[in-house]
Nanobody
């Protein structure tokens, strides 16, 4: 059974940091590209960051470049998103996605940036 389980979300003040983690199981994690998406209320889901299989090339949305870092650990079947210098506009539900032969999604973890 395929599972993607996100954790690490919460309430943080502007300028703060959070580290999201996604634990994967039930598929060949190392060959899948992994991504983090987010969706704010009333908005479409958008790509935040992605990391390829193999050499682990990364890609970021312009809005998070220089603040967020995606990483993966193929031994632990996890993908993390380190988020620094958080802004209120980063508030959203954050989702983990795995993509290769098929696409899988997690249930999401809420991130709220507010003073």
């Amino acid at each position: 059974q395929v599972q993607l389980v996100e954790s690490g979300g919460g309430l943080v003040q502007p300028g703060g940091s959070l580290r999201l983690s996604c634990a994967a199981s039930g598929f060949s994690f190392s060959i899948y590209a992994m991504s983090w998406f987010r969706q704010a209320p009333g908005k479409e889901r958008e790509l935040v960051a992605a990391i390829t299989s193999g050499v682990g090339l990364t890609n970021y949305a312009d809005s998070v470049k220089g603040r967020f870092t995606i990483s993966r650990d193929n031994a632990k079947n996890t993908v993390d998103l380190q988020m620094n210098s958080l802004k209120p506009e980063d508030t959203a539900m954050y989702y983990c996605q795995a993509a290769h032969f098929r696409t899988y999604w997690g249930q999401g973890t809420q991130v709220t940036v507010s003073s």
